[in-house]
């Protein structure tokens, strides 16, 4: 049974970088949609990004010009990184794997997620 | 972006009710909508995709329906496990964006 573990730096100061990992434990690299997904009191959930094995990424219009994506096949990992933080960026990360059946898509893998705090 | 409208925000019910949430996008999705269980403290949890497909283990009292802007979740004799909060998600174009979320209470 495939699980997600996660791990990054939970407290960061304003103008720092988010850099979080995600490994995918038990389960296939190739096929799916490795995504990241945070959750705040303000926004709620929002999809930050995706990106498949071979390293194609599709991001939020709202984020991409700070968020980039990785992939290390090697090791089942893939990453995330936010530059230039702000208190905005205050949320819970979680690394999720994306799916379809037919044509639908869905997030069926969540990762427990790593709470992430700026402040100066 | 597609904007998710979720009703009601928060619901009290009772152990054997029957509960429907629903779900509004600000245009046609249909079908591309995704519900979410979240217990407290923990992750979301895949429930219903493609707006009436039953995610594999899940229980056979969740149901999904609707089509267009309009969506439902329907919990059918609800039992104390279901305390959650419950979201929907539209996956018909990128961003990809949630709902809300409504909050059940026991």
């Known amino acids: ?120 | 972006d597609i904007q998710m409208t979720q009703s009601p925000s928060s619901l009290s019910t009772s152990v054997g009710d029957r509960v429907t949430i629903s779900c509004r996008a600000s245009q046609s999705i249909s079908p591309y909508l995704n519900w979410y269980q979240q217990k407290p403290g923990g992750a979301p949890k895949l429930l219903i995709y493609a707006a009436s497909r039953v995610e594999s283990g899940g229980p056979s009292r969740f149901s999904g329906n609707g089509s267009g802007t309009d969506f439902t979740l329907t919990i059918s004799n609800l039992q104390p496990e279901d305390l959650a909060t419950y979201f929907c998600q539209q996956t018909y174009r990128i961003p990809y964006t949630f709902g809300q979320g409504t909050k059940l209470e026991i």
């Open chain 1, 1 to 120: 049974q495939v699980q997600l573990q996660q791990w990054g730096a939970g407290l960061l100061k304003p103008s720092e970088t988010l850099s979080l990992t995600c490994a995918v434990n038990g389960g296939s690299f190739g096929g799916y949609d490795w995504t990241w997904v945070r959750q705040s009191p303000g926004k709620g959930l929002e999809w930050i990004g995706e990106i498949t094995h071979s390293g194609r990424t599709t991001y939020n219009p709202s984020l991409k010009s700070r968020v980039a994506l990785s992939v290390d096949t090697s090791k089942s990992q893939f990453s995330l990184r936010v530059t230039s933080v702000t208190a905005a960026d205050t949320a819970v990360y979680f690394c999720v794997r994306g799916d379809r059946r037919d044509y639908y898509y869905y997030l069926d893998v969540w990762g427990n997620g790593t709470t992430v705090t700026v402040s100066s």
